[in-house]
């Protein structure tokens, strides 16, 4: 069966490390670690994973940045297992990961994608909830007592309603993905229009509440850094009509509908509408508001 651990390497040494610790102390060793440095300054984390010597590590380095896009596109172009995850470079595998995604896999033949259980930590390693993972876990994202395969027309709307996918944690049957491809205009919000594509051509999720995977929530991540000057939510918009117009083609009304008025992501702009009213945020206000309301 087997698993590719694909990490897009750029940014925190030290962080970095600990993510490859955590491939290395996997329960199962039924992994490939391949790492692709997206030409970043320093070279230290290849000539420490050098050092490391390890026989399923595999380590290249860009000459030239390609983007995370063109970096997760050349990481599946490696793979050799029948199932990968895109880690990213500073989160976290609990030891469980591994043997978690193949059981599931094995148990749910049908399905092509998985989310599992995570947890959420700090810089420092110590558990936390954001406001946004608070309502990802308690409001948007389905209820599972135990592993749930998901569908069609219901999953769409559910992750159009909001996006509760944690994308470094979710797993991926190899042949099914390369069926598909990342879009280049997506710099941000390409995760969710991949696995939307998916979605619209009949692939199933695996969703369990097992916990295998801690991801890291920091001020310094694309994500945060995007959100107050609207970057993000200009990308959301657009994903959300590319969704809506497969929603259409596919005569699921529901979805339409789901993608056309993208409640949570909508609300989301309102929360940090306000935030950049209390920071003296001005010059952000416009499109937090063109978001909101249209």
């Known amino acids: 069966m087997g698993l590719d651990i694909f990490v897009a390497y750029w940014g925190d040494v030290a962080l970095f490390k600990k993510t490859v610790r955590s491939v290395l102390a996997q329960q199962d060793d039924d992994w490939l670690l391949t790492v692709v440095d997206d030409a970043y300054p320093n070279p230290e984390a290849g000539q420490w994973l050098h050092g490391l010597n390890h026989p399923r590590v595999r380590y290249v380095r860009n000459e030239h940045n390609l983007g995370v896009v063109g970096n997760y596109r050349k990481l599946m172009s490696m793979g050799t297992q029948e199932h990968c995850v895109f880690l990213g470079c500073d989160d976290v595998l609990l030891p469980n990961y591994t043997q978690t995604v193949l059981s599931m896999f094995a148990q749910h033949p049908d399905a092509s994608i998985l989310q599992p259980g995570v947890k959420i930590i700090d810089e420092n390693d110590a558990d936390t909830m954001t406001l946004p993972d608070w309502v990802k876990k308690r409001i948007v994202m389905p209820v599972a007592t135990q592993a749930t395969v998901l569908q069609g027309e219901s999953l ?47 692939h199933r999720m695996i969703v369990t509440p097992e916990v295998c995977f801690a991801y890291r929530r920091h001020s310094s991540s694309i994500s945060a850094a995007t959100l107050m000057d609207g970057r993000r939510f200009k990308e959301e918009k657009r994903c959300f009509a590319m969704a809506e117009s497969q929603a259409r083609s596919h005569a699921w009304s529901r979805a339409t509908w789901a993608a056309r008025l993208h409640i949570t992501s909508r609300l989301n702009a309102g929360y940090m509408l306000l935030e950049s009213l209390l920071k003296r945020k001005f010059s952000h206000m416009p499109v937090l508001a063109r978001h909101l309301l249209g």
């Open 156 to 202: 769409a709307v559910s992750l159009l309603h909001g996006d509760w996918l944690y994308w470094p944690s979710v797993a991926f049957r190899t042949e099914a993905l390369r069926q598909f491809d990342f879009d280049d205009s997506l710099k941000i919000t390409h995760d969710l229009d991949l696995i939307l594509d998916m979605i619209f051509q009949g």
